[in-house]
């Protein structure tokens, strides 16, 4: 895969790192700047779909859509503007850490780099915070009502013998 | 227009009044802030009603501030926006009522006289009520029937006095898991009660049965079976009610409150005008609109000039506990697993108890299943047995053994949280709601001996789960405020030195103003206050029929 540079690097862009992260997340790429050198771009949303099935394996053979529940969360007026910098920011700071260790971002690692490096943040306390975040909302999308989209035909709920509350939402809550 | 009655807030204190006056032909209008909902809006959808809080405002937009007193007296500041610290229970008609579990006990004599049976304790301002549990004894039992209580007396220690020999509705159904909690409650010595319910188990007052679909506390019941202010009352009477509509201040003269104030969902401001205005927005909230009311009659807010509005203020005391029962350990494991059904069972051994010869107020011990919330159970399972976070394959592992495998019961401990000086409503000078009010503040202070005589009730608890072969057994016992049960802030008592209101809820200093939600309680009892509120708002309802019917006579 490569590493696009296209659309993202521009000097009002970088002029701060929270204005730049809250402009690009979720459009194309992020820039990973270890040490204050730049590295290169990588795309956000497939990090996050290859950060999710590693916290939750059991995602991907449940074909739960949780990126794209996450990108639904980030824009959700209910979830604190807070949270989704965080959000934001941990997927910038878990490419730096790949980077710093295997001069590669996470989405190009073999899968015993990832854990490793998911297990070198969490002994950070950034990273344990932002590992939490990021499971409890893979385990929203995992057991969400089907309405939702990102639990398609109630498979996580199938996987777990959950029979679901009645009356089930007519309609999603966004 | 002028209404004979204003109610400001529709919840468990202000319903019953709507409910009272406008059936004996009063006009009466209720202020409420949140929307109304019917029993076909309401759903299970755990992510809207418990991930993103639909019934709560959101709190970038409205907040509290909480200004937290550790023991060495240092106060620590949080703005509940930044720490997502919230303490709304449910902003709609009928109040957080409708989204209670409708766990409901009564206040026992004792309850009523802490301060003669118990002694002072240093540092709490414990007083007795200017009424006992005989004044208030009637309208226990008239909510029995109004409302709808389910439950089988079980005679013990610390029953009550009773006016009628049972409730008026058979108890709930309960998960054939009981029987061993019964088994091991014997073999202690310990009376097992079965715990009564605001939930109607059969059709009844207009209303669906319980449908048994297992998510009750903290969400909108679609059959109608619980009894909430809204379903309960407001739904059964003709009192206009105003959604939507915030009010923001109190206008008065010296003598009585001449208006309401109120913001509709576009900011626009309205004025209402009545002979008699009754505030019952919850505990907080009710002390924060006095005190944003203060005017040149009342500088300190309005019914302040004793200083004590938002004054000792509570939560209920003590904490949770649980234990997990798994199918290894367990040959019942259908009856375990059985969906729907409840568990329904309370302790109250030592509801007074004596340690080293010194006679304790204690409390009350309710257990009940884990809530079926998929989500939250899923997310308890984050971390291993050494508290280290796990993820993977092993995690995967973990939330499908634990979850479909086993099961947890869990239990609460009540016990009283005791009023101080410490603990007490202000209202925030520096951060506003998106109406440009200020904020309410929650000072917030936790005595010692609420921890003492919680931990005495829980240990008693993790007896009766060890003795069922519960593994994981787990309790917390915190002075962590339960936001749901508030209490306190406009006390009532005979001195208008030390409280807020007369024994009727009207306010001292004022004619025409009473409040009728949880703020009137100077202690809270050892169970939680629903049951309380409604009564209490009952009885005063009582009054202010009489007095509206002298004033409209006069």
Redesign the interface.
Known sequence: MSLNLSGVYSPIFLKTRRTFLKSTFCTTALIVLPKSELFGAVPILETIALVQE?????IRKLDINSSSYLSLILH???????EKEFLRNGVQWLNEEAVLHYKHPYIKLSSSQR?NI?QII?KQRWG?NW??TM??YI??A????PI?GANRDGAG?K????????????E??L | MIYDICIIGSGAGGAPIAYELSNAGFNVLVLEKGKDYKEEDFNKDELAVCRREIFTPPLKEEQHVINERDADGSITRYEGSKYNWNFWNGSMVGGSSNLMSGFFHRMKPNDFKLKSVYGEIDGANVVDWPISYEDLEPYYAEIEKIVGVSGKIVKHRFLEPRSTPDFPYPALAVNGITQYFDEACKSLAYESIPTPRAILPLNALGRQGCSYSNFCGSYGCATGAKGSARAALLQRCSATIITEAFVYKLESDDKKVTKAHYYDKNRVSHIVDAKIFVVAAQAIESSRLLLNSKNEFFPNGLSNNSGQVGKNLIFSAGGVGSGRFTFESLSKQKELMQAGLFFNRSLQDWYEYEDNDKKYKGGTIDFLFEHTNIISRATKEFYDENGELIWGEKLSAKIHKNLTTSRVLTFEVFNDWLPSDYCFVSVDEKIKDKFDMPVGAINLYGHPHDIKVGTHLANKAVKVLQEMGASDISMSISSSPPPNLVAGGCRFGIDPKTSVLDTNCKAHELQNLYVTDASFMPTGGSVPYTWTIYANSFRVAKHLVSRLNALNNY
Do not use: F, N
């Not at chain 1, 959700?76 to 503007?81: L, Q, Y």
């Not at chain 1, 996987?159 to 007519?170: A, D, N, R, S």
């Open positions: 590693d916290l939750l394996p059991s959700h007026s209910r979830v604190a503007d807070d854990q998911l969490s344990d590992i939490y499971l409890t385990v929203e995992t057991l969400s009502d939702y709920l996987w777990l013998e959950h029979i679901p509350g009645l009356p089930q939402p007519k999603p809550y």
